[in-house]
C-alpha cells in the first residue's frame, strides 16, 4: 500500500486549507483511514478518522468542529477539510491506512499499517 499526501502550506490563522491523501496498492478490506500530525519537538497525535465501510468518523477533541475528513471511493482518497486554522495546528500531518484495524484503535498510531510521507501545514499568528 503506498499512500500519497499534498495539499499543505503556509497560511494565517483562520485561513482553511484540505489536505488529500491518495491511496494505492492492497487497500482492499482497509478498515479505516487517518490523519494524524507532529509538531515539532512533540509526539505523533491522533487527529481524524474514517471506518471505511460505514463512513463513521472520529475526531481529536482539538479539532472537532473546525475539521472534517471525508472520502472518495471512486478516487481511494482520503480528505481533511481543515477550517479556522490556528497557529497550533502547526505540524506535518500523515495519513495512514489500517487494514487491521480495531475499532477502539482507531485514534491510536498502532492502530494502522502503512504511512504516508506527510504534508507540512504551517499556520502563521
Known amino acids: 500500500v503506498q499512500l500519497q499526501a499534498s495539499g499543505g502550506g503556509l497560511v494565517q490563522a483562520g485561513d482553511s486549507l484540505r489536505l488529500s491523501c491518495a491511496a494505492s496498492g492492497r487497500t482492499f478490506g482497509r478498515r479505516a483511514m487517518g490523519w494524524f500530525r507532529q509538531a515539532p519537538g512533540k509526539e505523533r497525535d491522533f487527529v481524524a478518522a474514517?471506518?471505511?465501510?460505514?463512513?463513521?468518523?472520529y475526531y481529536a477533541d482539538a479539532v472537532k468542529g473546525r475539521f472534517t475528513i471525508s472520502r472518495d471511493n471512486s478516487k481511494n482518497t482520503v480528505y481533511l477539510q481543515m477550517n479556522s486554522l490556528k497557529p497550533e495546528d502547526t505540524a506535518v500531518y500523515y495519513c495512514a491506512v489500517g487494514i487491521s484495524t480495531i475499532l477502539s484503535e482507531v485514534g491510536a498510531s498502532r492502530g494502522y499499517n502503512y504511512w504516508g510521507q506527510g504534508t507540512l501545514v504551517t499556520v502563521s499568528s
Open positions: 474514517i471506518w471505511w465501510s460505514a463512513g463513521s468518523t
